[in-house]
């Protein structure tokens, strides 16, 4: 069975890739303990400061630190010369590097365009672990808060964040109403965005694809960094290193997991990296050049067969889509977006308000409908009729009920005058027929809307179920002809 890695709450405190020890040119070195109240180095874009700055680890990039904006790695060439023969003595006695190592880039900068909208001249591609460039999401799922992953790449000259489509709108059951807060692993908030853009791209064979892709334009600021999202060449991807970050669990820390990339497909991959819920929308870097070949997306649960047994396809499997093959994307206002995701979700509501008024069971002796101590499995009819009210359907249900009882009692559930079963026969008729017809026409206005395709891909199974219980209604309406 697949299973998108819906966000789900959830808290974990520390990342596995930012304790222990860490080797540099094989000695052992760890400085967790060192703490310094400002660090400068030298940037792309003139001096860069980090405040309050504690030494975490060294490794074969530099030194790993924590200050108040993040976690940073500083590379030995920029640490000051007290850091350098501090933490990394090696690197401070190594010669400069020849000269042939040092070429010159394939467009120099001065012939480069100017940037594209929706970008900035801060910034530069990701070489190596960046907080700045990986985003937390957070979102409100009717009661409940879901946490999602997402990473800052560029694409044809603009900046992106990229995440998964179902991290912004949920999934049946759980459709998304509100974003509340977008986040750099640094720190830095960014905006609900006024424009986005679904994948407009969709394998109607598969239950998940590329459709399930998402992004949003956004600006960089001085000294952050985005990803270059490249392709993969299949004659040598197999089995190549690859780590991929995200909000694992929604702990609100960035995770690393490594692995390697186990299949290959048209449009997406699968991977050992051992990613779970929280990490939708979180890039799957290859190690050795840093660029992002993919987005991880959902799990699968192995074959339960006999010939699966004791194999590996028995184990859970994860994918990763592939965010170079999409080439078409649906842009939108998000708060259009919000609203087809308010509307499927009332839609679905509106189908348990339908279920419950199956179960009403009219007696026509009572001369109305009394639905005040009657439940049906976890769910008392009359709850659930008066709260989907606020929605479409729900509120043709209690208005027709009301009618009913208005011309037959004078009072909701009341039984201030009694008629006989077949003098009561014709209201019972007509509220069936009213909600039957506001029902049908509901359906009929649900399939012909057009939407991006991950949204539209919910709408088959959100009419079996409305289907279901309209059938069910009309036996019931049956009784009354």
């Known amino acids: 069975m697949k299973k998108s890695l819906k966000p789900i709450p959830c808290f974990r405190r520390f990342i596995q890739s ?6 540099w040119s094989g000695l ?8 310094t109240s400002q660090l400068e180095v030298p940037g792309a874009f003139g001096k860069k400061v980090y405040q309050n700055v504690k030494v975490m680890a060294v490794t074969p ?3 790993k630190i924590v200050h108040d904006a993040g976690i940073s790695v500083v590379p030995a060439a920029s640490l000051p ?5 501090k933490f990394a003595p090696e690197a401070a006695a190594m010669p400069t590097a020849p000269k042939e190592e040092a070429r010159p880039a394939e467009k120099p900068v001065e012939t480069a365009p100017p940037p594209a909208a929706g970008t900035s001249s801060a910034g530069t591609a990701v070489s190596s672990f960046d907080p700045s460039s990986l985003v937390f999401i957070k979102t409100a799922n009717g009661d409940a808060t879901g946490n999602g992953s997402g990473f800052i790449a560029r694409a044809n000259g603009k900046t992106y964040v990229y995440t998964n489509a179902h991290v912004l709108c949920g999934e049946i059951g759980s459709f998304t109403t509100k974003i509340l807060s977008i986040k750099t692993a640094s720190g830095r908030i960014i905006p609900t965005p006024f424009e986005l853009e679904l994948s407009e791209m969709q394998d109607g064979g598969a239950e998940t694809g590329l459709e399930d892709l998402a992004r949003f334009p956004v600006t960089l600021s001085e000294g952050e960094s985005a990803y270059e999202i490249s392709e993969l ?3 040598t991807a197999m089995n190549s290193r690859i780590i991929a970050y995200g909000n694992s669990l929604g702990g609100d820390v960035i995770t690393s997991l490594p692995g390697n990339i186990l299949g290959l497909g048209t449009d997406r991959i699968e991977m050992s990296c051992e ?13 050795q050049s840093k660029k992002v070949i993919g987005i ?11 010939w699966a047994r004791n194999t590996k396809w028995e184990q859970m499997r994860r994918f990763a889509m592939r965010p170079d093959k999409v080439t078409k994307w649906r842009r939108m206002q998000y708060t259009a977006l919000m609203s087809s995701t308010a509307e499927l979700s009332a839609f679905h509501r509106d189908t348990l ?3 419950a008024a199956s179960y009403l069971n009219p007696k026509p002796n009572n001369a109305g409908f009394d639905v005040s101590v009657q439940s049906k499995g976890d769910f008392e009819l009359r709850k659930v009729l008066t709260e989907g009210s606020r929605h479409s359907l729900g509120r043709s249900i209690t208005g027709a009920m009301s009618k009913v009882n208005q011309r037959l009692t004078g009072s909701f559930g009341g039984n201030k005058a009694m008629m006989s079963a077949q003098g009561v026969r014709p209201y019972f008729a007509e509220f069936f027929a009213t909600v039957a017809q506001a029902s049908s026409s509901q359906m009929q206005s649900m399939q012909n809307a057009d939407r991006a395709p991950y949204l539209k891909q919910f709408i088959p199974e959100l009419i079996r179920i409305r289907t279901e219980y309209h059938n069910l209604f009309l036996q019931q309406a049956a009784r009354f002809k």
Do not use: R
Not at 18 to 23: A, D, F, K, L, Y
């Open 18 to 23: 930012m304790v222990g020890t860490c080797v």
């Open 28 to 35: 052992a070195l760890c400085h967790a303990q060192e703490v």
């Open 61 to 63: 990039q530099g030194v």
């Open 81 to 85: 010369k007290e850091w350098l023969a």
């Open 233 to 235: 060449d299949p004659n």
């Open 275 to 287: 990613i779970v819920p929280g990490n939708s929308g979180g890039p799957v870097v290859l190690e």
């Open 296 to 306: 991880s997306t959902y799990l699968v649960k192995g074959k339960g067969d006999i």
């Open 353 to 355: 308000s339908l279920a």
